[in-house]
């Protein structure tokens, strides 16, 4: 069974600046997916950005990278320029290609500071 | 973009009735939804992935005489939680992706918080 791993309960940072937030996973699968999710505290899942195994760059959107490294079982998300409204739960998830659910990771809660 | 939309938001309930939870795709042809139940401070948890006009494939340890699931339609699936007690309180969530999409591509619906008194 595939497991995902977030390793931060809890990060801060200040304001602007960039902050990664862990993730780790450990499967047997050639094919599957990585994504973040931002959770507010309103409990909406905001979908933040998507890596394929196959994909040979590391996936950017926006002010969010996603530094894959595949041989490492790592999928960290850099947030660069860190705003206040950044701040909140964000969970790591694996996708399995063949049954097409989400396993998440345990989150880790970023408060950025002013 | 699309959007999965989920109703009610809040539901406060008596211990013993049964309560449903909507989830409906607005703009594409949902094939397959997933229902996730989140406890307060944890992380999201599959309970059971439904496929349109067939039945739900539920996780190991999901009674599924509790959480009935019907996907009677390509946007929408209902999730109802039957005799709920207080340990079923909790914050429910859906997914939705269509038959053509891509992986990237699974839309969360706003979660429904269920409380039961």
């Known amino acids: 069974a595939q497991k995902i791993t977030q390793t931060q309960p809890g990060m801060f940072v200040q304001e602007k600046e960039a902050v990664t937030l862990d993730c780790t996973y450990d499967?047997?699968?050639?094919?599957?997916?990585l994504f973040w999710y931002k959770q507010p505290s309103s409990g909406e899942m905001i979908f933040l950005i998507y890596?394929?195994?196959?994909?040979?760059q590391n996936a950017t959107e926006g002010r969010y990278s996603l530094n894959f490294q595949k041989a490492r079982k790592s999928a960290n998300l850099v947030i660069s320029a860190s705003q206040l409204g950044d701040s909140a739960m964000y969970f790591c998830a694996f996708f399995h290609t063949g049954r097409r659910a989400l396993t998440f990771g345990s989150g880790t809660r970023l408060q950025v500071q002013p | 973009g699309a959007v999965v939309s989920q109703h009610p938001s809040r539901v406060i309930c008596k211990s013993g009735t049964s309560v449903k939870i909507e989830c409906r795709s607005l703009?594409?042809?949902?094939?397959?939804m997933f229902w996730y139940r989140q406890f307060p401070k944890q992380s999201l948890m599959l309970m059971a992935t439904?496929?349109?006009?067939?039945?739900?494939?539920?996780e190991q340890g999901v009674e599924k005489d509790k959480f009935l699931i019907n996907h009677a339609s390509l946007t929408l699936s209902t999730l109802t939680v039957t005799s709920a007690h207080p340990e079923d309180s909790s914050f429910y969530i859906c997914s939705a992706r269509g038959g053509r999409a891509g992986p990237g591509e699974l839309f969360f619906g706003e979660g429904s918080r269920l409380t039961v008194l």
């Open positions: 439904s496929n349109e006009g067939s039945k739900a494939t539920y």
């Open positions: 703009d594409f042809q949902a094939t397959t």
């Open positions: 890596q394929g195994s196959y994909d040979e």
């Open positions: 499967t047997s699968d050639q094919s599957y997916g």
